[in-house]
């Protein structure tokens, strides 16, 4: 069982299996189609500036997406319904019960 703070390795064809900042990567692609809908696999950069959105963060994946390429090694920060999948769920739920 992953837990927040745990070393995580990804390689190719692998699904991400928690939120996870990416600190070293060997030519690692992700594709976040399930989160964003773009289909365009995209390259992690670990020298990338950090940004506000994390969606725009170019060393994070994310639960519920796939390593199309490469591989990598980072820290997971979020798990379960507290993922950014996790999370979109619980506001689906929430609005349907509403």
Known sequence: MITPGDVVIIKGGENI?????????????????SLTGESEDIMIDTSAEPTRNI????????????????????????????????QIANLASSAESA
């Open 17 to 33: 299996p928690c939120d996870v900042v990416i600190y070293k990567s060997n030519e690692m692609k992700v594709n976040n189609a």
């Open 55 to 86: 969606f725009e963060s170019k060393n994070v994946a994310f639960f519920g997406t796939a390593c199309t390429a490469g591989e990598g090694t980072g820290i997971c920060f979020k798990i379960g319904d507290s993922t950014v999948i996790g």
